[in-house]
Nanobody, 123 residues
Framework: QVQLVESGGGLVQAGGSLRLSCAAS????????MGWFRQVPGKEREFLAV????????YYADSVKGRFTISRDNTRNTVYLQMNSLKPEDTAVYYC????????????????WGQGTQVTVSS
């Protein structure tokens, strides 16, 4: 069992930045691929980014490539999402996810989800 707790959400003006954190506990953190997703009411959860166990390999959705950066600190059991040049359309609840397999994260079927943190970008 893996427990994931996101933090760092809030209200920011368009063009600003936020860094989300996701703290993991329960199993060996470095065994898991970690990902970030977001969801707005009435829409499916959208994949944003995934990082491998070492932090050296990342993959991004086109919608955030070049603006968002995923990273991890295995000594802190934490994964981060640095979000720059935020737009009002980035407003959503952001979730982190964990799974031993990258493929399951990328298709939105990870074994574990966090509870989400709200990000609101004002125009």
């Amino acid at each position: 069992q893996v427990q994931l707790v996101e933090s760092g959400g809030g209200l920011v003006q368009a063009g600003g930045s936020l860094r989300l954190s996701c703290a993991a506990s329960g199993r060996t953190f470095s065994n898991y691929f970690m990902g970030w997703f977001r969801q707005v009411p009435g829409k499916e959860r959208e994949f944003l980014a995934v990082v491998d166990w070492s932090g050296g390999i990342t993959y991004y959705a086109d919608s955030v490539k070049g603006r968002f950066t995923i990273s991890r600190d295995n000594t802190r059991n934490t994964v981060y999402l640095q979000m720059n040049s935020l737009k009002p359309e980035d407003t959503a609840v952001y979730y982190c996810a964990a799974d031993p397999r990258s493929s399951r994260v990328r298709v939105g079927s990870p074994g574990y989800w966090g509870q989400g943190t709200q990000v609101t970008v004002s125009s």
